[in-house]
């Protein structure tokens, strides 16, 4: 069974930096054929923040461009969202997304950026 289990949230002040990490277990690494981020705050819609795919391409939301970086260790079946510059509408509960037929989504993690 696919786990996904986020890590890296917090409370940072604006102009800070996180990491959030992603890790999968329950399937072997690299088989996901896609992997992202999204974020929903109080009383908005999920969205996504940035995703990576199989053939190595990503997507960024155009809010976050520039400032987040999505990567992956393929080895380790681990996502990672490096957050910059962050800023007080960065502000909600990050979720991990994988994709292999199935979708599936992690807990979340709570980012809070305070002005």
């Known amino acids: 069974q696919v786990h996904l289990v986020e890590s890296g949230g917090g409370l940072v002040q604006a102009g800070g930096s996180l990491r959030l990490s992603c890790e999968a277990t329950?399937?072997?690494?690299?088989?996901?054929?896609?992997m992202a981020w999204y974020r929903q705050a109080p009383g908005e819609e999920r969205e996504l923040v940035a995703g990576m795919y199989a053939n190595g391409s990503t997507k960024y939301a155009d809010s976050v461009k520039g400032r987040f970086t999505i990567s992956r260790d393929r080895a380790k079946n681990t996502l990672y969202l490096q957050m910059s510059n962050l800023e007080p509408e960065d502000t909600a509960v990050y979720y991990c997304?994988?994709?292999?037929?199935?979708?599936?989504w992690g807990q979340g993690t709570q980012v809070t950026v305070s002005s």
């Open positions: 997304n994988a994709r292999s037929g199935w979708v599936y």
């Open positions: 329950g399937r072997p690494p690299n088989t996901f054929s896609a």
